[in-house]
């Protein structure tokens, strides 16, 4: 990575924070900042309360997924 490579903060690491991340990786360096350590699909969360078991389906901790797969910088914190 050369220092002159241009950087990109993110906030937030919902749907349109990782889209955009993914987006931007091949052109800048990104780092991603969210409050939450995982990923969580609200609108299903409803439907857990009926089967529990369905919530490991909705939600992911962020920083495999960030750091490993996408090759982005994740700091789990609050701006």
């Known amino acids: 990575?050369?220092?002159?490579q241009r950087r990109v903060l993110i906030?937030?690491?919902?749907f349109a924070g990782l889209c955009?991340?993914?987006?931007?990786?091949?052109?800048?360096?990104v780092t991603i900042v969210?409050?939450?350590?995982?990923?969580?699909?609200?609108?299903g969360v409803l439907r857990a309360y009926v089967k529990p078991k369905h919530l490991d389906a909705l939600t992911f901790t962020l920083y495999p997924v960030i750091e490993?797969?996408?090759?982005?910088?994740f700091?789990?914190?609050e701006v």
């Not at 990575?1 to 002159?4: A, K, Q, V």
């Not at 490993?68 to 910088?73: L, S, V």
């Open 1 to 4: 990575m050369p220092p002159s």
């Open 34 to 43: 969210d409050a939450k350590e995982f990923f969580e699909y609200t609108p």
């Open 20 to 29: 955009v991340a993914r987006d931007l990786k091949d052109h800048f360096l």
């Open 75 to 77: 700091i789990w914190g």
């Open 68 to 73: 490993g797969r996408m090759g982005c910088k």
């Open 11 to 14: 906030i937030g690491g919902s």
